[in-house]
């Protein structure tokens, strides 16, 4: 008796819409195809009943613009952080989305004369926080080598010069880099592969 697994993805949006057995059958019809949507299932009553339901709204990791290669490797068990910034300096905001859901954890913004990767350092900051009070176990992760780098740092490294319609943001940046100096459990925090699995959950959706 095989001791392999089956897996079923369920494409909702693609060349062909269906029910699949296998990652190639499914790669064939969302490789190319851009808003692709589309998920794994362990059974095949799970991948029947989510297909006659339709995609889920905030199925973010699976309709990226970047069509994902694969999205083996990815840790369900996870908090997906991310920013937005219109203009640089500009409006920025920044969120949590539970990658397993695809439901969003937090949301703060938008804020006035700030910087994508100032926003990216407070994603983490907060995603930090937040996985301690809910799940110390759950990985966290950022698409951002600079954020992750800032807040191994301690210290979040922005050029950008703080004037009266950005105190809000660098009153953020002080207390979280307060915070990061105080001792706490170590959360796993990983870099994002967007080359392999699109957009990571959090995007915004406006690049």
Sequence with gaps: MSDVKEKYYVVWAGKE?????????????????????????????????????G????????????TPVSTEGI???SLAVDAACSGNPGKMEFRGVW????????????????????GEFLALVYGIGLVLKTNPETVIYSDSVNAISWVKAGKCKTKLAECADNKEIFDLIRKSEAWLKTPRPEVKIYKWNTKEWGEIPADFGRK
């Design 55 to 66: 995609a889920p709204a905030s199925l973010n990791i699976y309709s990226a613009k970047k």
């Design 17 to 53: 819409p269906g029910i699949y057995t296998n990652w190639d059958q499914c790669k064939a019809q969302v490789e190319g195809f851009n808003g692709a949507k589309f998920k794994k299932f362990a059974s095949l009553s799970e991948a029947t009943e989510a297909f006659e339901k």
């Design 75 to 77: 840790i369900a068990n």
């Design 99 to 118: 990658v397993s859901t695809g439901k969003e954890a937090f949301r703060f913004g938008p804020f006035e004369k700030g910087t994508n990767n100032i």
